[in-house]
T-cell receptor, first 115, second 114 residues
Framework: GAGVSQSPSNKVTEKGKDVELRCDPI?????LYWYRQSLGQGLEFLIY????????KSGLPSDRFSAERTGGSVSTLTIQRTQQEDSAVYLCASSLAGGPLNEQFFGPGTRLTVL | AQSVSQHNHHVILSEAASLELGCNYS??????LFWYVQYPGQHLQLLLKYFSGDPLVKGIKGFEAEFIKSKFSFNLRKPSVQWSDTAEYFCALPLAGTASKLTFGTGTRLQVTL
C-alpha cells in the first residue's frame, strides 16, 4: 500500500464493550505509533513499537488499553470495557525507523464513539 | 513535562493575506520542532521540521517557520495564503527524554476565503 491504513474508519460502540482498532503501516517501516485526539485537545501519544523491542506503553491511559504488533507489521489497539471518555479519533503512524529524523506518516484515523 | 501551546484556535484570512500562526513550547533542552498540516478529508502530514542549524526553516508549499530559542517559539509563516491552504495546523515536539514520541498542540484551524 502507498500509505498507512486504518480500519474501521468509524466505530460506534456501547459503554462496556471491547473494541479493536487496526493499523497497517507502510511496508518496511519498523516504527509504529498510536495517538489519540480527543475533542478540543491535541494528539496524545499512546504507544510506540520499534522493531522487535518491547513496546513503549508509557502513554496508555489505563490498563483497559493494550496493543500488539504482529510480525513487525500490522498493529491492533484494543480497548476493553469502553467508557464514554474513550471517544476520540485514534491515529496510527509509522516511520522508517525511530527517532525525530524519520518522518512519521499518519493514517486516516478511526473515529470511536462510545455511547 | 514539556508542552506545546497554540494560542490561535481559529484564524480566518482572505487570499493573499500574510499568515503567522503561533507555537510556544516549554522545554529548556535541545528541541526538535515540527509543524503538521491536515487538509480537509486528508491525513495529517509533515509541513516542516527543525533540528538544528539555521533557525529559519523552509517547508513545503511556501511555508516557513522560525525557531527563536529566547522566546521558546516556533511560529509558522506564509507571505501570501491561498484558498487551498485551508486546513488545520499542528505544532509538535518530542516528549522530554524521547526522540520519537510526539506531543502536539491543540491545533489552529485556518480558513482562507476567496
Amino acid at each position: 500500500g502507498a500509505g498507512v491504513s486504518q480500519s474501521p474508519s468509524n466505530k460506534v460502540t456501547e459503554k462496556g464493550k471491547d473494541v479493536e482498532l487496526r493499523c497497517d503501516p507502510i511496508s518496511g517501516h519498523t516504527a509504529l505509533y498510536w495517538y489519540r485526539q480527543s475533542l478540543g485537545q491535541g494528539l496524545e501519544f499512546l504507544i510506540y513499537f520499534q522493531g522487535n523491542s518491547a513496546p513503549d506503553k508509557s502513554g496508555l491511559p489505563s490498563d483497559r488499553f493494550s496493543a500488539e504488533r504482529t510480525g513487525g507489521s500490522v498493529s491492533t489497539l484494543t480497548i476493553q470495557r469502553t467508557q464514554q471518555e474513550d471517544s476520540a479519533v485514534y491515529l496510527c503512524a509509522s516511520s522508517l525507523a525511530g527517532g525525530p529524523l524519520n518522518e512519521q506518516f499518519f493514517g486516516p484515523g478511526t473515529r470511536l464513539t462510545v455511547l | 513535562a514539556q508542552s506545546v501551546s497554540q494560542h490561535n484556535h481559529h484564524v480566518i484570512l482572505s487570499e493573499a493575506a500574510s499568515l503567522e500562526l503561533g507555537c510556544n513550547y516549554s522545554y529548556g533542552g535541545t528541541v526538535n520542532l515540527f509543524w503538521y498540516v491536515q487538509y480537509p478529508g486528508q491525513h495529517l502530514q509533515l509541513l516542516l521540521k527543525y533540528f538544528s542549524g539555521d533557525p529559519l526553516v523552509k517547508g513545503i508549499k511556501g511555508f516557513e517557520a522560525e525557531f527563536i530559542k529566547s522566546k521558546f517559539s516556533f511560529n509558522l509563516r506564509k507571505p501570501s495564503v491561498q484558498w487551498s491552504d485551508t486546513a488545520e495546523y499542528f505544532c509538535a515536539l518530542p516528549l522530554a527524554g524521547t526522540a520519537s514520541k510526539l506531543t502536539f498542540g491543540t491545533g489552529t484551524r485556518l480558513q482562507v476565503t476567496l
